[in-house]
């Protein structure tokens, strides 16, 4: 008699995701913190302080970036039913962009005035879209099958969100790839971008639900 041994629970990976997002959370901090010795005996303490002000611009971007990712993470995470091998990794996936973010702050806070500044851009931008990139290539890899269960309050058909989120996602991947694209030839303009695409989904519960309601429409007219 084959013998299975059972999926973890998903509360261990939230529980591991939230200390994640803490950390990372945490560490957006302190290079605005690292600031105060460097300005703190200036003589012009106000002009040294809004010189500093890709710092405190690449902080607050990245503290919206990880929260509403935060939020995205649980607003679906709470319908779903059990896990497996795919459901795992995808959360693990997750928050290796989770870790990198900070990472991507602090270059771009680096590089904002410098010459280099496409390349920070560029970079926060891979860290911003990681994770669509990912998601896509872990469902083609799996035959483009999303082996997710929903729970019984699940506001959508479950078969036709199955269908639905790959293009969610999807959509996502080419906006993406499209900014970081862009930013290697205007990064201002690539920096805007990913401005309105972090606005868009700071509430994801109505963004996503009215994202989701088009994408179903375009899949049943299919």
Request: with cysteine; net charge negative; aromatic share 18%.
């Amino acid at each position: 008699m084959e013998v299975h041994v059972k999926h973890i629970s998903h509360k261990l990976i939230d529980s591991l995701s939230d200390g994640v997002f803490s950390i990372a959370l945490t560490l957006l901090g302190l290079d605005v913190v690292a600031l105060v010795s460097k300005i703190g005996h200036e003589e012009d303490f106000n002009a040294a302080l809004f010189e500093e002000w890709p710092t405190f611009f690449a902080y607050v971007l990245g503290f919206v970036v990880l929260f509403s990712m935060w939020y995205t993470y649980h607003s679906f995470g709470q319908y779903t039913d059990g896990t497996n091998a795919w459901i795992v990794w995808n959360h693990g996936l997750n928050m290796l962009w989770v870790a990198l973010m900070p990472f991507g702050v602090a270059l771009l806070a680096d590089t904002l005035n410098t010459p280099n500044r496409k390349w920070g851009v560029f970079y926060f931008g891979i860290c911003l879209f990681g994770y669509n990139f990912i998601w896509i290539a872990q469902w083609a890899l799996g035959r483009f099958k999303l082996p997710i269960s929903f729970k019984d309050d699940f506001p959508w058909d479950h078969d036709l969100a199955r269908k639905t989120l790959p293009l969610f996602f999807g959509f996502s991947t080419i906006i993406g790839v499209a900014l970081i694209a862009i930013s290697l030839v205007n990064p201002w303009i690539a920096l805007t971008g990913y401005g309105l695409y972090v606005l868009m989904n700071a509430s994801p519960v109505t963004s996503m639900g009215k994202l989701m309601v088009r994408l179903s429409v375009f899949v049943e007219g299919k």
